[in-house]
């Protein structure tokens, strides 16, 4: 089992940036793909990003060119590096894991606001 907790969440203005972690409560050397999804006001959860054990990563079309997903394995850590922020990212944001029997993990999740 892995526990998931977020962190970096806030208000921010447009155009600011944000850059938020998911600390795993194990090595995340084997864990299959871990992503970020987010949930806006009134809206179904959806897919940010993903990264895979080998470091592959793949962004939703809204975010592609603003927001960047890392991992680093050694401090079992992923993390969503976000800059030119809208509106419309205002969202919380939660983090995944997928362990190697299929079984997906989720953190509690931590709130974007961006707003002016």
């Known amino acids: 089992q892995v526990q998931l907790v977020e962190s970096g969440g806030g208000l921010v203005q447009p155009g600011g940036s944000l850059r938020l972690s998911c600390v795993a409560s194990?090595?995340?050397?084997?864990?299959?793909?871990m992503a970020w999804h987010r949930q806006g006001p009134g809206k179904e959860r959806e897919l940010v990003a993903t990264?895979?054990?080998?470091?592959?990563?793949n962004y939703a079309d809204s975010v592609k060119g603003r927001f960047t997903i890392s991992r680093d394995n050694a401090k079992n850590t992923i993390y969503l590096q976000m800059n030119s922020l809208k509106s419309v990212d205002t969202a919380v944001y939660y983090c995944?894991?997928?362990?190697?029997?299929?079984?997906?993990?989720w953190g509690q999740g931590t709130q974007v606001t961006v707003s002016s």
């Open positions: 194990r090595s995340i050397f084997n864990i299959n793909d």
């Open positions: 995944r894991a997928e362990s190697p029997l299929g079984i997906n993990y």
């Open positions: 990264i895979t054990s080998a470091g592959s990563t």
